[in-house]
């Protein structure tokens, strides 16, 4: 393995050009027949072997003028890509999963225009087409998937051409130092519903993210920073603790009323001195309750 890849590195010169413009020189061009090139060549070979045997003069002039035809057809085709400029530019980010886009500027300083160019990156299924006029520039852009968020580098990208006829199909290999900024899909949650406004002039829902208008429900895409962290501790702990001030207060209420139930002649023994003596907020709890009941026996006494 280590054999094939040092030899497609050297003979495709498989490593990054960097960021500078390339210019395609006659030893980054490739050429080779295509479909239709091995079955033209094959009816060419056919009509030269009836030729021959027949002996018919005019049949060898069709068979040398259609190969010459051939002939200048692949000289056409190496100079339709031979000297061209490629500048790398620009791209744009984009979220995980769309299409990157990788900008392109080839510029051709030929009084020719250059025709039937295309360009594909890596493995990808799709091609772009373009064209530049002579001593022109053209912008093209490169697509390619994104499928995981970071730095998206563009792959190794074949610019080739089968122009004129069609017969041969000449190539080049690109590998500009090109990369991508791809961010993390967002997720698909919905916008927070308006909220009816106060006045008239007022309009809520769609504010700055400094500017306060009331708490609602967190959104998954909402920052940390936004958050109401003492507002909702609060809210939680309210829940937790309705049951537990709920069975604080029918404990509170049940030794009031059994403090209210025994009478004066538990009040009046129940003084706040003695009751004192006991530290902490069960003390004075108990105080406060003698307290109270005193009062309200008093009222009771004076009561006609």
Not at 46 to 67: E, K, Q, R, S
Not at 73 to 84: E, I
Not at 139 to 156: F, I, K, N
């Amino acid at each position: 393995m280590g054999i094939i890849a040092d030899l497609k590195r050297r003979l495709f010169r498989w490593q990054s050009d960097g960021t500078a413009p390339l210019r395609l020189a006659q030893r980054r061009i490739f050429i080779l027949p295509t479909r239709a090139g091995l079955l033209f060549a094959a009816a060419l070979l056919a009509m030269l072997t009836g030729a021959i045997n027949y002996n018919l003069a005019l049949g060898h002039a069709l068979v040398f003028l259609l190969a010459g035809l051939a002939l200048v057809g692949m000289v056409h085709a190496f100079r339709n890509l031979h000297g061209l400029v490629i500048t790398p530019g620009r791209c744009d980010p984009v979220f995980a999963g769309e299409v990157a886009h990788f900008p392109l500027y080839l510029t051709s300083e030929r009084g020719a225009p250059r025709l039937a160019l295309e360009l594909r990156a890596g493995d990808e299924s799709r091609s772009v087409a373009t064209a530049v006029a002579a001593r022109g520039l053209s912008e093209v852009a490169v697509p390619v998937a994104s499928l995981r968020r970071g730095w998206l580098d563009l792959p190794r990208t074949r610019l080739a051409t089968t122009y004129p006829l069609g017969l041969f199909v000449a190539w080049s290999y690109l590998q500009p130092a090109m990369r991508c900024l791809v961010y993390p899909q967002p997720l698909a949650t919905p916008l927070p519903p308006q909220q009816p406004a106060t006045r008239t002039g007022d309009h809520h829902g769609d504010g700055g993210q400094e500017d306060f208008a009331g708490f609602r429900e967190r959104q998954p895409a909402d920052s940390p920073r936004h958050v109401a962290w003492k507002a909702s501790a609060r809210r939680r702990a309210s829940v937790a603790g309705q049951a537990v001030r709920r069975r604080r207060a029918d404990r509170t209420a049940a030794r009031l009323v059994a403090d209210t139930a025994d009478g004066p002649a538990r009040s009046a023994h129940c003084h706040p001195r003695r009751l004192g003596n006991g530290g902490g907020s069960r003390g004075r709890l108990l105080r406060s309750t003698a307290t109270g009941a005193g009062n309200l026996t008093g009222q009771r006494q004076s009561a006609p």
